[in-house]
C-alpha cells in the first residue's frame, strides 16, 4: 500500500521523514480498518489504535491528528493503490479491448485485495469532516476518468466508434461500482465464484453491453 499523491500529505505530522511517515501511516491504517470493523469507528479509541499498531498514544499523535485522520487515510490508501495500478496497467503497451479488459481486471483486483478497506469505505465515510469528504469524492472521480480514458481511447481508435460521451461516462463509473461490489457483497460472491471468474463475467458483461451500443 503506497501514499503516492498529495492527498495523505494533508494530513499533518511532526515527522519530517517521509518514507517513515508512509511506514507508520501503513501500519495505522492496517490496524484501522480491522479495529473500525470489529469495533465500529465510534467505539475505536485512540489507545486501541496505538496498541494494535505497536505505538505509544504520544507516537500516534506523531502521524495523526485525530481519529478523522486515520479514517481519511484508509479511505486514500484505496484510491492510491487502485491509481498507481491503472496507471500502470495504462502505460502499457496494450491497445483495443485488451487494454480494457486489464484496466478492469488491475481495478478488481486491488477491490479483492482491498475488501475489508473498500467495505469500511461504504460504512463510515459519512463520518469525516466535509473537507476530508470532498478530497475522498475528488480521489474517486480522479480513478473514473481513468475508465474514460480508456474508453474514449477505444472510441478514437476507431474499436467502439459508435460510443457516446452519456455511455463511456456511465460505463466508467459502472467500472468503478463493479469492482466495489465485489467487495461488499463478497459473503454471496465469494461462495459462487473465484475473483478470477468474477472478473471474466464483468468483463464480458460491459464487453457485450458496449458492443449492443452498436445497433
Not at 65 to 75: E, I, S
Request: charged content about 25%; hydrophobic content about 40%.
Amino acid at each position: 500500500m503506497v501514499f503516492e499523491r498529495d492527498d495523505s500529505r494533508e494530513v499533518e505530522t511532526q515527522i519530517k521523514n517521509k518514507e517513515l511517515v508512509k511506514e507508520r501511516r501503513r501500519q495505522i491504517v492496517d490496524a484501522a480498518v480491522q479495529l473500525f470493523i470489529q469495533r465500529g469507528y465510534h467505539k475505536t479509541t485512540t489507545r486501541a489504535l496505538a496498541k494494535a499498531t505497536g505505538l505509544s498514544i504520544g507516537s500516534l499523535y506523531e502521524y495523526v491528528t485525530t481519529k478523522d485522520d486515520v479514517l481519511y487515510l484508509v479511505c486514500i490508501a484505496i484510491h492510491s493503490e487502485v491509481e498507481q495500478g491503472l496507471k500502470e496497467v495504462l502505460a502499457r503497451p496494450l491497445q483495443g479491448r485488451e487494454a480494457l479488459a486489464n484496466i478492469i481486471r488491475e481495478h478488481f483486483m486491488v477491490c479483492d485485495r482491498m475488501s475489508d478497506h473498500v467495505l469500511l469505505m461504504y460504512q463510515v465515510t459519512h463520518f469525516l469532516p466535509k473537507k476530508w469528504q470532498q478530497k475522498v469524492t475528488e480521489a474517486e472521480m480522479r480513478i473514473t476518468s481513468l475508465f474514460v480514458e480508456a474508453l474514449t481511447e477505444l472510441k478514437r481508435s476507431g474499436k467502439l466508434p459508435h460510443l457516446d460521451d452519456a455511455t463511456i461516462n456511465l460505463m466508467s463509473h459502472n467500472i468503478s461500482v463493479l469492482g466495489h461490489t465485489w467487495a461488499f457483497r463478497r459473503w454471496y460472491f465469494a461462495k459462487h465464484f473465484t475473483i478470477d471468474q468474477y472478473i471474466e463475467q464483468q468483463t464480458e458483461f460491459i464487453m457485450c453491453f458496449l458492443d449492443k451500443k452498436k445497433s
